[in-house]
């Protein structure tokens, strides 16, 4: 019994230390703030670190619904107005990285790894 209870401890904390290992990691990311209006982004060029994996904050402040896009980052993101969201990128190779607004096609912008 006091064997069981050793390795069902042991087994807890290992639980608690990955999922805090994983809350941690994601704070510790690069972040951005891309403010996404009826089409426009703000800003429309976001220049990012190489090689390291990034957060981009989406924030909504439209009246209509948007759609973050990115066919090289394989990214999509829907937000109604007022909606706040996020999307990790994966290490990006040094480049320009376009995205989108799938709803108001004249919208652009570029992530600039390097």
Not at 55 to 78: C, D, P, W, Y
């Amino acid at each position: 019994m006091k064997y069981t209870l050793k390795f069902q401890g042991a087994a807890c904390l290992l639980a608690w230390s990955v999922a805090f290992s994983n809350i941690s990691g994601a704070l510790d990311l690069p972040t951005f703030r891309l403010e996404i209006a009826d089409g426009k982004f703000h800003p429309a060029r976001i220049e990012v670190p190489a090689n390291q994996r990034i957060k981009i904050e989406l924030h909504n402040t439209g009246h209509g619904a948007v759609e973050f896009e990115s066919m090289q980052l394989r990214k999509e993101k829907v937000l109604a107005p007022g909606a706040e969201s996020f999307i990790v990128i994966a290490p990006l190779s040094p480049g320009k990285y376009k995205f989108f607004d799938d709803f108001h096609q004249n919208g652009q912008g570029v992530i600039v790894s390097g």
